[in-house]
């Protein structure tokens, strides 16, 4: 059964179910450069929040108040949002997991700062986190959030298999192609959709080098660097 994840740049991504049901990571719309011109949101029935920062919760509350989705976050960010009137926040923590929307969820480990700017006051948000995405045929996909790479990858593909990673890839702030081709190697996906790239001009890693990085690297040759459009769908 196939699902459609449509990237809508940055780390923003919605993933929809044959069934309908949508699922919105790490909202950043508004003033987001590589969001695509004219695309609009219909439906989210689950709104998955990596971390606090505005790059990828900026429009959280709007779309949380608009569609009623189940809101996921690690507990510090959703008490946060619970105090800003967003509705169905289902907080949890790693190694925790839950159904929403038609897929079970599990909240990974992510090496990362997280933190909100509220009236000009910086709030703690927890720690920064990833997610694994079970969909109803069985298969995983990963989002890693913000990260760099980090061994224990490893277990996540121990655990969970994923057979579909979202890695960033643009460096300063994360991961960087090379460390990204090295957490390919310790996730063992079949295919790779990059994040985190060209939206800043400090975030100069792409796609190509990935796929040069990872076609020299043994272990990993086999593995597919699929890179759309923003507002492109990829059936998986």
Request: hydrophobic residues 45%; negative net charge; aromatic residues 8%.
């Amino acid at each position: 059964m196939s699902v459609e994840i449509t990237w809508l740049g940055h780390s923003a991504v919605m993933v929809r179910l044959a069934t309908g049901e949508v699922i919105l990571i790490d909202p950043w719309l508004e003033g987001n450069p590589r969001f695509p011109k004219g695309f609009e949101l219909d439906r989210v029935d689950a709104l998955l929040l990596t971390h606090g920062h505005f790059d990828h919760t900026a429009d959280a509350v709007a779309v949380a108040k608009k569609f009623k989705p189940a809101v996921v976050a690690i507990f510090e960010l959703g008490q946060w949002l619970g105090g800003k009137g967003v509705e169905n926040v289902s907080a949890m923590n790693k190694g925790g997991s839950q159904n929403v929307a038609g897929v079970k969820v599990t909240m990974t480990h992510a090496q990362h700062s997280s933190m909100v700017e509220d009236n000009g006051q910086l709030i703690y948000a927890g720690e920064a986190a990833g997610y694994v995405l079970r969909l109803p045929d069985g298969r995983a996909l990963y989002h890693a959030g913000d990260t760099n790479v980090f061994s224990d990858m490893q277990l996540i593909r121990e655990l969970h298999a994923p057979g579909l990673a979202m890695l960033p890839i643009g460096g300063l702030f994360t991961m960087d192609p090379r460390e990204a081709a090295l957490a390919c190697r310790f996730l063992g996906p079949e295919k790779v959709i990059p994040l985190h790239y060209g939206t800043f001009p400090p975030l100069i890693g792409t796609p190509e080098q990935l796929r040069e990085l990872l076609a020299k690297q043994p272990g990993t040759k086999d593995i597919e660097v699929v890179a759309p459009e923003p507002g492109e769908p990829y059936t998986w």
